[in-house]
């Protein structure tokens, strides 16, 4: 590389949530970024975020080998973002998580990428009950497969202004009569999608002998019927409690799931009954130099928008 070329970060699903954390610390430190992913339209309204030309949507999908080279060739760093909770079409979970990432090793170990960085989730296992749990399994041992040196990030439920958890039941506890409870008791260790981001930019700065896999999560262990006090709370709205057996749970997401948003899938009712909570064998943000944000600091500000108090209520 020229002393005065630019350095190039590729980020595969960077349009998405945690991308848009991600993408500003990565602009800052001056690379060029190039956003990479199916939909380019939803990547351009990223450019923003660094100086023109800085910021670079590039047609990517990761099913798509060539186009993965593409995206890939000249990087120095390349960070898989690209994640879904349902399938759209049988074996999304396979195609997206599990083969994916081994190509986009693969390309990276031949272009010869100085970092990789892989965001997986806590629950990856080969022998989970889930779809989604052993796609993101075969998604971390098609990395390490492909690319030995790569860095492994497992986080809990990830909140932040625009995530899919926070949002979800505060719109619930808007519109609903009741809050329903599916599996009470699980745990979650809600971590802040910043500091997730934090955690990318650290990742890619260890060096080789340190750790290559970190779960994160924040700072507060909830039950899922303490987060779903919380947001009752939060919002000023007096809404029940309401247990939902599991037999009805599971004929309800059987409807759910072949409708369009798929509020609920079967897959998501098994990843439910399993506490999401960092297992404290690996390293997490603290080995990282993060402090984790407790959700007091963020997610009242999102959640106002619910509030019986709000324009919108």
Do not use: C
């Not at 022998?127 to 796609?135: A, D, I, K, L, V």
């Amino acid at each position: 590389m020229l002393a005065n070329q630019p350095k190039v970060a590729t980020v595969f699903g960077g349009a998405g949530f945690i991308g848009r954390y991600l993408v500003p610390h990565l602009a800052h430190a001056g690379y060029i970024v190039r956003i990479a992913g199916r939909d380019t339209e939803r990547a351009a309204g990223l450019r923003p975020m660094g100086r023109p030309g800085q910021v670079v949507p590039i047609y990517a999908p990761v099913t798509e080998p060539a186009a993965i080279a593409r995206a890939i060739a000249g990087a120095d760093l390349v960070v898989n973002l690209v994640g879904i909770l349902a399938e759209t079409r049988p074996g999304d979970f396979a195609r997206i998580q599990g083969t994916g990432p081994r190509l986009i090793a693969d390309e990276a170990a031949r272009a010869g990428v100085s970092h990789l960085v892989h965001l997986s989730a806590i629950g990856a296992s080969g022998t989970s009950q889930s779809g989604y749990g052993r796609s993101k399994a075969a998604g971390e041992a098609s990395v390490t497969g492909g690319f030995p040196g790569a860095v492994i990030l497992r986080p809990s439920i990830v909140f932040g202004p625009e995530d899919q958890f926070f949002n979800r039941f505060g719109a619930m506890a808007w519109t609903s009569p009741i809050m329903p409870v599916i599996s009470g008791d699980t745990r979650f260790q809600p971590v802040y999608a910043g500091d997730v981001a934090a955690a990318i930019m650290a990742a890619l700065a260890l060096p080789p002998e340190a750790s290559r896999v970190y779960e994160l999560g924040g700072p507060q262990v909830f039950t899922f019927r303490q987060i779903l006090a919380y947001i009752l709370e939060k919002t000023g709205r007096k809404r029940p409690l309401v247990t939902i057996p599991s037999g009805i749970a599971r004929l309800q997401a059987r409807v759910l799931e072949r409708l369009p948003g798929k509020l609920l899938t079967t897959d998501q009712l098994e990843m439910l009954g399993h506490d999401n909570v960092v297992s404290g064998t690996l390293p997490g943000l603290a080995a990282l130099g993060i402090t984790p944000t407790p959700i007091d600091l963020v997610v009242p500000a999102y959640l106002a928008r619910y509030a019986v108090w709000s324009r919108r209520g």
